[in-house]
């Protein structure tokens, strides 16, 4: 499968945003979809992630209560929408996924086979 991530940009502390993850070339309903971000020097880290059936979703508590996750299985699409950006959210973002991904293993980013490109999100403060 092939992902793409889009969405990100320079937004103002507070602001909100949302990201999209858009697959092609596999069989998207079968995948467990994650949001990684990495800062300029900083390893790259979880924000959330969404199960195959939708109905699972999983955060980082850096951004719980201010991020939600959402997939749409008929656009093949998975989305990350923040609020109450905060500075600190600076980060490129980038959506990976896994059809055969364990639970206990959502927040590791080697667990993930396919990965997209990165989406810049800056927040000013």
């Known amino acids: 499968v092939q992902l793409q991530a889009s969405g990100g940009g320079l937004v103002q502390a507070g602001d909100s945003l949302r990201l999209s993850c858009a697959a092609s070339?596999?069989?998207?309903?079968?995948?467990?979809i994650g949001w990684f971000r990495q800062a300029p020097g900083k390893e790259r880290e979880f924000v959330a992630a969404?199960?195959?059936?939708?109905?699972?979703?999983h955060f980082a508590d850096s951004v719980k209560g201010r991020f939600t996750i959402s997939r749409d299985n008929n656009k093949n699409t998975v989305y990350l929408h923040m609020s109450s950006l905060k500075p600190e959210d600076t980060a490129a973002y980038f959506c990976?996924?896994?059809?055969?991904?364990?639970?206990?293993?959502?927040?590791?980013?080697?667990?993930?086979?396919?990965w997209g490109q990165g989406t810049l999100v800056t927040v000013s403060s």
């Open positions: 969404i199960r195959a059936n939708g109905n699972s979703v």
């Open positions: 990976a996924g896994d059809s055969r991904i364990i639970l206990s293993s959502l927040r590791i980013p080697s667990a993930y086979d396919y």
């Open positions: 070339g596999g069989a998207f309903r079968q995948y467990t």
